[in-house]
């Protein structure tokens, strides 16, 4: 199983994907797989702040250039791992189900509505569906960051209807 760093606006967490700690995000700008395994024993919380503007993170062109300055995980490293079997699919379901986890706790801290609205059950496979559905149809998003393809991915398959 291999281990995410997840950067958020106020804290990072070192954790394996199974383990996640969401208490005081704001929102998720980054993930980034690591080489090592830490124990949850080992994990910490440091003070470390990504530089990913509001714009970086929504717009594919910026986005792409952030991903190139910060060696963030990409569209096509998630479209590897999301296409491949056992521990990689794994820890694609448990990124994806991370990102969306921290967006929805850091969108109402901010004040606003999340731009998508996942149904009450919804399953690792059919996010990972949702996700290769959406890469497959924009390729332009192979180079942006992962967490820009699925928070995209997510208000393309499933906007909210007044």
Aim: charged residues 25%.
């Amino acid at each position: 199983m291999k281990p995410w760093e997840l950067a958020v606006t106020r804290m990072t967490f070192r954790c394996t994907p199974f383990s996640l700690p969401f208490r005081n995000t704001a929102a998720i700008v980054l993930m980034e797989r690591k080489r090592q395994t830490p124990r949850v024993s080992e994990m910490q919380a440091t003070n470390d702040v990504s530089d990913l503007t509001d714009r970086e993170a929504y717009d594919p062109d910026a986005s792409r250039a952030a991903a190139e300055r910060e060696q963030l995980m990409s569209g096509e490293d998630l479209r590897k791992a999301c296409s491949s079997s056992g521990s990689e699919w794994s820890a694609c379901g448990a990124f994806i189900r991370g990102v969306i986890t921290a967006y929805q706790a850091g969108v109402p801290r901010a004040g606003g509505e999340p731009p998508y609205c996942l149904p009450d059950r919804y399953f690792a496979f059919e996010w990972t569906h949702d996700i290769l559905g959406f890469l497959e149809a924009n390729p332009h998003f192979n180079d942006a960051p992962a967490v820009s393809v699925v928070l995209f991915a997510m208000e393309a398959e499933h906007p909210c209807v007044s």
